[in-house]
C-alpha cells in the first residue's frame, strides 16, 4: 500500500527534552511538509523540503528542525526551544510541480505530542 | 501574505439539512484550490479539488464546491448532510508554480441523527 506512515501515534516527553517525530513515504514524492494542528488554528507550516538535502522555513519554524537526507524520510525534531510543543503534529508529500501548477498534498495520520 | 479565511467555526446541524461553508482568500493570482476532510480519528482527506475548467466541482460523497474568481471565494455545499459528514473542514489554497498550500482554520461541522 502506498502512502505515509507516521510514528509513534501518541508521544509523551518531559519538558526540555528533544523530541524526533519520524515521517515515511512510499509514494516517490519530492515534496515533504510538516504541519502544526492546534484546535481553531487549522494547520500551519513548520518546515517543507521540495527536494532531497534542501528545507526551508514555514510559517512557524523557530522550535522545530527537520532533515532531509532521503526521499522517503523526512523527520521533525522539537526542541526544547519550542515553548508550546504540545500539539497533533501532521506530515504530508506532494510530486513535483512542474508545469501543471498542481500541488495536491497527501497526509499522514499524524503524531500527537504531549510535553509534561 | 496570502491568507484564507473561513467562518463559523463551529457548525451544528440536523441530518438532511443543507451544508454550505464558505472559504475566502486573499491571493489574486492563478490558484488552486482545495476542501479536505479530516474524520474524527482519521486522516485529513481530499474531498475536492480545483485546478481550471469548469468552476462547479463535484467531489466525494456528495459534496460540491464552486469557484468564483471575482469573489475570490470557494465554498463548499452539500444538499443534505449525514450523521457521517461530522468532520472539521479545511479550505486550501495553493498558488500556481508553488508547492506551499495555505489553509483555513477549519470548520468543526457536527451532524445530529
Known amino acids: 500500500d502506498g502512502g505515509i506512515t507516521q510514528s509513534p501515534k501518541y508521544l509523551f516527553r518531559k519538558e526540555g527534552q528533544n523530541v524526533t517525530l519520524s515521517c515515511e513515504q512510499n509514494?516517490?514524492?519530492?515534496?515533504m511538509y510538516w504541519y502544526r494542528q492546534d484546535p481553531g488554528q487549522g494547520l500551519r507550516l513548520i518546515y517543507y523540503?521540495?527536494?532531497?538535502?534542501?528545507?526551508q522555513k514555514g510559517d512557524i519554524a523557530e522550535g522545530y528542525s527537520v532533515s532531509r537526507e532521503k526521499k522517503e524520510s523526512f523527520p521533525l525534531t522539537v526542541t526544547s526551544a519550542q515553548k508550546n510543543p504540545t500539539a497533533f503534529y501532521l506530515c504530508?508529500?506532494?510530486?513535483?510541480?512542474?508545469?501543471?501548477?498542481?500541488?495536491?498534498?497527501?497526509f499522514g495520520p499524524g503524531t500527537r505530542l504531549t510535553v509534561l | 501574505a496570502q491568507s484564507v479565511s473561513q467562518h463559523n467555526h463551529h457548525v451544528i446541524l440536523s441530518e438532511a439539512a443543507s451544508l454550505e461553508l464558505g472559504c475566502n482568500y486573499s491571493?489574486?493570482?492563478?490558484?488552486?484550490l482545495f476542501w479536505y476532510v479530516q474524520y474524527p480519528g482519521q486522516h485529513l482527506q481530499l474531498l475536492l479539488k480545483?485546478?481550471?475548467?469548469?468552476?462547479l466541482v463535484k467531489g466525494i460523497k456528495g459534496f460540491e464546491a464552486e469557484f468564483i474568481k471575482s469573489k475570490f471565494s470557494f465554498n463548499l455545499r452539500k444538499p443534505s448532510v449525514q450523521w457521517s459528514d461530522t468532520a472539521e473542514y479545511f479550505c486550501?489554497?495553493?498558488?500556481?508554480?508553488?508547492?506551499?498550500?495555505?489553509f483555513g482554520k477549519g470548520n468543526q461541522v457536527v451532524v445530529i441523527p
Open positions: 504530508a508529500s506532494s510530486p513535483r510541480q512542474g508545469s501543471s501548477g498542481y500541488n495536491e498534498q497527501f
Open positions: 509514494l516517490n514524492h519530492d515534496a
Open positions: 523540503s521540495q527536494i532531497v538535502n534542501d528545507f
Open positions: 491571493y489574486g493570482g492563478t490558484v488552486n
Open positions: 480545483y485546478f481550471s475548467g469548469d468552476p
Open positions: 486550501a489554497v495553493g498558488l500556481y508554480g508553488n508547492n506551499r498550500l495555505a
